[in-house]
């Protein structure tokens, strides 16, 4: 069974900067896109970023693209997303999803297999 753990969010001024982490375990983790997903109060859960299996393709919402990048160190079973510019509105809590079916960049919810527990970002204004 996989097993994700998130690490690194916290609370941050407005234009600051937080480096999430999930740690993978359980299976072979350079077989698996893995994902960042965000959700914030009376909010559905949404796309942010996903890497490829490879790591040689990145693919991000319109609303962090450019702030917000997603990488991975298959040596390491880990993934990563460094967050720049942070905005107010990217306050949500932050869940990490692995996917281990055929999708190269899955960006939908049921696309993936296994989740974290979340971590927390608070940006403040």
């Known amino acids: 069974q996989v097993q994700l753990v998130e690490s690194g969010g916290g609370l941050v001024q407005a234009g600051g900067s937080l480096r999430l982490s999930c740690a993978f375990s359980?299976?072979?983790?350079?077989?698996?896109?893995m994902g960042w997903f965000r959700q914030a109060p009376g909010k559905e859960r949404e796309f942010v970023a996903t890497i490829s299996w490879g790591a040689g393709s990145t693919y991000y919402a319109d609303s962090v693209k450019g702030r917000f990048t997603i990488s991975r160190d298959n040596a390491k079973n880990t993934v990563y997303l460094q967050m720049n510019s942070l905005k107010p509105e990217d306050t949500a809590v932050y869940f990490c999803?692995?996917?281990?079916?055929?999708?190269?960049?899955?960006?939908?919810?049921?696309?993936?297999?296994?989740w974290g527990q979340g971590t927390q970002v608070t940006v403040s204004s």
């Open positions: 359980g299976r072979t983790f350079s077989l698996y896109a």
């Open positions: 999803a692995a996917a281990r079916g055929s999708i190269y960049l899955p960006t939908g919810r049921d696309d993936y297999d296994y």
